[in-house]
């Protein structure tokens, strides 16, 4: 490697550079987001395939092909079908606050192994399924390893990086579940011409393939200093990791962080009584309000349903899985950038830029869709491809913005002590609400039609409000010395300056 990079934050100075142990090591954990990525690309993708409808959902399926009556829009509205997308999250609501025990008594690896298990068992369940509650249980096991892996996987790889390069390294996780649903899309763009119409059982078994490297590689990943240090008395095994993992013997700075922020944590019994204290109420609110903005982008509405709503503009079936394909290209692609330049510009340029470019093109869309496309008919060939070319601008503006770092900043803002608890409320929060959406998506579309962008949009223009006044910069911050950001920022100081004047006068 080459010659070490100081590693320097505002409130200190580690020394190390980006070794390949922690190359290695974050590539392997996050798999975990490959699992995710393509189950939202599955799910997505065999839900528009008709033999699969037919099979499961055959009034779906009779509305699509017999009912001309019916309104281009509530064409696939179905709670039963709905309830197969959002099974998964409800599923993962529930595993992420046991994962979070888990986390912090044992660690985050044995997270990652049981989230690993978990998805492999019910990806084999889904892909031999025969009936629809089979195939909806075989979902909730998918949810328990998505909740495991989103509790721990970002977690460890914010604990591993470098804080130089911590955006990066975390924004790899949104990377890797772009990654998971660009194979998703071209799985199920192959499966659909296989003759038969038993396609969609390949798409769901493959989901085996991710987990399986997930699981065995979970074996061999070696725990953060972080958690070494949290649940042992002897520190020298964290520095000799440590030094490791840096690639240098002058690690005692940062290992004096870890062992006092660890040291704080120790006497923390309830974290989650702990977070809803004042002096963390910044933390609380990112750990809401963040996860709850990324949901209501309607990105997952893109990911779930975007066959669906290229068949809904009058797009074929065999085409609108392609044009997946295409999205999900220009997805990986923007978020690969962002990984790129996020330790560079910083949290909030890319949050101004990526919440800007999707506002524009969500109300275009909405446009496009209000002008041209009745309850009855298609829209002609270019408005259909024209609609196609918006919603790649949109996806690139989330894969550069609320993509990965939704991911990213709530995993690196907890002080160690809330560290767990405040990652499973990112995560709860962030399942209740694409619960909500997947659930509600298909039944507001048939009721707001195109005016569902609109709705969006709307909440694009509040969340980037949002960041632009109540989210400080956190690049190149050691993450156990984070609380300074707070301290110094222009609203969040009033709670957190506050709780330091009452130590002060208490002679603590």
Not at 445 to 457: E, N, P, S
Request: glycine share 12%.
């Amino acid at each position: 490697m080459a010659a070490a990079l100081a590693i320097t934050g505002e409130g200190g100075h580690y020394n190390g550079r980006m070794t390949l142990f922690v190359v290695l090591s974050c590539m392997m954990a996050a798999m975990g987001g490959v699992i995710f990525g393509y189950d939202i690309g599955i799910a997505g993708g065999v839900t528009s395939m008709e033999p699969f409808l037919k099979r499961f959902f055959p009034e779906v399926y009779r509305k699509m092909k017999e009912d001309t009556k019916i309104s281009n829009y509530c064409k696939f509205d179905s709670q039963l079908l709905t309830s197969f997308t959002s099974s998964l999250y409800v599923a993962g609501l529930i595993a992420t606050f046991l994962a979070s025990s888990v986390t912090k008594a044992f660690g985050r690896k044995p997270s990652i192994l049981a989230g690993g298990a978990a998805f492999l068992a019910g990806s084999a369940l889904g892909g031999a399924a025969f009936n629809v509650y089979m195939l909806i249980f075989g979902r909730i096991l998918l949810g328990v390893g998505v909740g495991f892996a989103n509790q721990a996987v970002p977690l460890y790889l914010s604990e591993m990086a470098p804080p130089r390069y911590r955006g990066a390294i975390n924004n790899g996780f949104q990377f890797s579940i772009g990654i998971g649903a660009l194979v998703a899309n071209l799985i199920n763009f192959g499966t659909e011409k296989i003759e038969g119409g038993w396609g969609w059982r390949i798409s769901l078994a493959m989901a085996a393939v991710p987990a399986s490297i997930l699981t065995v590689g979970a074996l061999f990943l070696p725990e953060t200093p972080s958690s070494l240090i949290q649940n042992s008395i002897d520190h020298d095994k964290a520095k000799i990791l440590l030094q490791q993992i840096r690639g240098t013997e002058d690690v005692q700075a940062e290992l004096d962080d870890l062992v006092k922020a660890s040291t704080v944590s120790k006497t923390i019994k309830h974290p989650f009584k702990k977070i809803i204290q004042r002096k963390y109420r910044p933390q609380l609110v990112m750990a809401i309000a963040i996860p709850f903005f990324q949901q209501v982008t309607g990105i997952n509405v893109i990911g779930f349903y975007a066959p669906i709503l290229f068949r809904t503009i009058g797009i074929g079936e065999s085409d609108s899985l392609m044009s997946s394909v295409i999205t999900g290209v220009i997805g990986a692609g923007s978020t690969f950038i962002s990984m790129l330049i996020v330790d560079k510009f910083g949290r909030r340029t890319l949050f101004m830029v990526g919440g800007i470019q999707m506002f524009v093109s969500q109300m275009l869309i909405g446009g496009i869709m209000a002008s041209q496309l009745g309850d009855h008919g298609t829209v002609s060939k270019g408005y259909a491809y024209l609609v196609i070319v918006l919603i790649c601008i949109y996806v690139a503006g989330f894969g550069l913005s609320w993509g990965p770092l939704g991911w990213l900043v709530p995993s690196e803002i907890y002080q160690l002590e809330i560290r767990s608890a405040g990652q499973s409320i990112t995560v709860a929060v962030s399942f209740v609400f694409t619960f909500i959406v997947a659930q509600t998506f298909l039944s507001m579309l048939c009721h707001f039609k195109a005016g569902i962008f609109f709705f969006f949009g709307g909440w694009v223009v509040v969340m980037t409000a949002f960041v632009y006044f109540l989210l400080p910069e956190t690049k190149n911050v050691p993450i156990e010395q984070m609380e300074k950001v707070w301290k110094k920022h222009w609203f969040w100081k009033k709670f957190v300056g506050e709780e330091d004047e009452n130590l002060k006068i208490q002679g603590v």
